[in-house]
């Protein structure tokens, strides 16, 4: 579930927070066709980078454990 989809606190990016629900560990694809990600990360509740997130193409992978919460930073460009 899509907990919350919003600009950055600070500006830099976009946050994304997710909540799983089935109580099962679950990787996610996130994909976004015609943006360029320039970064993806892990971060904590007050939106501090922890960790990146490899990013291939148009698509990055996260997994949430049982019950988990995930927030995680995007920063974007628009492609020409």
Same mark, same amino acid.
């Given at each position: =579930? &899509? ?6 606190? *600070?500006?830099? $990016?976009? &946050?994304? /927070?997710?909540?799983?629900?089935? $109580?099962?560990? #679950?990787?996610?694809?996130? /994909?976004?066709? $015609?943006?360029? %990600? #320039?970064?993806?990360? !892990?971060?904590? &509740?007050?939106?501090? *980078?922890?960790? @990146? ?6 698509? %990055? !992978?996260?997994?949430? @454990?049982?019950? $988990?919460?995930? #927030?995680? !930073?995007? /920063? =974007?460009?628009?492609?020409?």
């Amino acid at each position: =579930m &899509i907990l919350a989809c919003k600009q950055a606190e *600070d500006g830099d $990016g976009y &946050i994304l /927070r997710l909540l799983e629900l089935a $109580g099962e560990q #679950t990787t996610i694809r996130l /994909r976004w066709p $015609g943006i360029s %990600a #320039t970064g993806a990360y !892990r971060t904590n &509740i007050v939106e501090q *980078d922890l960790e @990146p997130l490899g990013i291939s193409g148009h698509e %990055a !992978r996260v997994t949430i @454990p049982p019950f $988990g919460i995930e #927030t995680l !930073r995007f /920063r =974007m460009r628009a492609q020409d």
